[in-house]
């Protein structure tokens, strides 16, 4: 070998090395040994959120699996701006990604767009499907959904309707899918969070909160809420009584959910996204990871890095379908 060769592959690693001796790529033998060292899943909310508890009860079940440390690190802020920086600015090698939710998308639509796009990030898997459901207090006025309904369609009710976000957020389209298709009027009240939104239900501050079932799911079983209607296919196992909305006589597109995954910075190799992925769905099955997905209503996802970007796109349509009708598009 000389001089000149020695000098380009100088410093590229053992792996890289011993790749490049052999004459394959270096992407080949690294993700073979993938995972060589510990795994940093990047979570953009604050400790506690259910998307916190999501990335550490997965990350707790995937040790074993990867046989590496899954360490979660807390990066909030910016509607998920700083968590993105930090993703887009890390190495594309699969030991650095970070929890996606279907708030990145309306935000790479309004507040950081011309800034990142989905197109900017590897889509590695869908963990999980949130729908989102609607809860008013015990002792509300609102018995059914169509009381709800009604409250909002009589001229001089200001209905509060609160939950994560602002106006043209995952939660806040939820809503007004919903109020479209009845024909309601509301007022919606933004929180940085879902258990805020809860505690100002609770408290009578909002007439009704759009959340997802785990927040509320230790409040209904306490009997300290009611929850009116959900947005899917089909009634939870939680909330057997609850109708779905079309059942409650609001046809609403299900295909609109909270979701959980995981991503990372653009072009991380498509076998590193796959190992990453085979991971983290064994991770998945661990007993004490599927006990925290049944109680807190979660439904399981099954995209790897083959299926989800187009699942991303077509989330992306409705988002930015959306957020045009509300005027928050950019």
């Known amino acids: 070998m000389n001089r000149l060769r020695r000098q380009a592959i100088k410093g590229l690693g053992a792996a890289a090395w011993a790749a490049a001796s052999a004459g394959l790529p270096a992407a080949v033998l690294a993700a073979d040994d993938f995972p060589s060292k510990p795994i940093t899943i990047v979570v953009h909310t604050g400790p506690g959120s259910s998307t916190d508890i999501f990335a550490r009860e997965l990350a707790k079940a995937a040790e074993p699996v990867f046989g590496q440390p899954v360490v979660v690190v807390n990066r909030p802020g910016g509607s998920g701006a700083t968590q993105m920086a930090l993703l887009k600015a890390s190495r594309p090698d699969g030991y650095t990604v970070g929890v996606n939710t279907a708030s990145h998308l309306t935000a790479m639509r309004t507040?950081?767009?011309?800034?990142?796009?989905?197109?900017?990030?590897?889509?590695?898997?869908?963990?999980?499907?949130?729908?989102?459901?609607?809860?008013?207090?015990?002792?509300?006025?609102?018995?059914?959904?169509?009381?709800?309904?009604?409250?909002?369609?009589?001229?001089?009710?200001?209905?509060?309707?609160?939950?994560?976000?602002?106006?043209?957020?995952?939660?806040?389209?939820?809503?007004?899918?919903?109020?479209?298709?009845?024909?309601?009027?509301?007022?919606?009240?933004?929180?940085?969070?879902?258990?805020?939104?809860?505690?100002?239900?609770?408290?009578?501050?909002?007439?009704?909160?759009?959340?997802?079932?785990?927040?509320?799911?230790?409040?209904?079983?306490?009997?300290?809420?009611?929850?009116?209607?959900?947005?899917?296919?089909?009634?939870?196992?939680?909330?057997?009584?609850?109708?779905?909305?079309?059942?409650?006589?609001?046809?609403?597109?299900?295909?609109?959910?909270?979701?959980?995954?995981?991503?990372?910075?653009?072009?991380?190799?498509?076998?590193?996204?796959?190992?990453?992925?085979?991971?983290?769905?064994?991770?998945?099955?661990?007993?004490?990871?599927?006990?925290?997905?049944?109680?807190?209503?979660?439904?399981?996802?099954?995209?790897?890095?083959d299926e989800y970007p187009a699942f991303i796109e077509q989330m992306d349509k409705i988002a930015y379908g959306w957020l045009e009708r509300l005027g928050v598009a950019k």
């Open 111 to 305: 507040n950081l767009k011309g800034v990142y796009r989905w197109q900017d990030f590897s889509w590695i898997l869908l963990s999980q499907l949130d729908p989102y459901i609607t809860v008013v207090p015990a002792d509300s006025p609102y018995k059914t959904l169509a009381d709800l309904v009604e409250a909002g369609k009589r001229e001089g009710q200001a209905l509060k309707v609160g939950g994560f976000g602002t106006v043209g957020a995952a939660h806040n389209i939820a809503f007004n899918m919903l109020a479209e298709k009845s024909g309601m009027h509301f007022t919606w009240v933004g929180y940085d969070g879902g258990p805020q939104a809860m505690t100002a239900v609770l408290g009578k501050h909002i007439d009704a909160v759009n959340t997802n079932p785990g927040p509320a799911l230790q409040f209904e079983q306490a009997g300290r809420v009611r929850v009116l209607g959900i947005l899917d296919d089909q009634r939870a196992r939680e909330f057997p009584d609850t109708p779905t909305y079309a059942e409650a006589g609001y046809p609403v597109d299900t295909a609109w959910k909270q979701i959980r995954g995981l991503y990372g910075s653009k072009d991380i190799p498509i076998d590193i996204q796959r190992k990453l992925a085979d991971g983290f769905f064994k991770a998945m099955q661990d007993p004490a990871f599927r006990k925290y997905m049944e109680t807190t209503a979660q439904v399981a996802g099954d995209k790897g890095p």
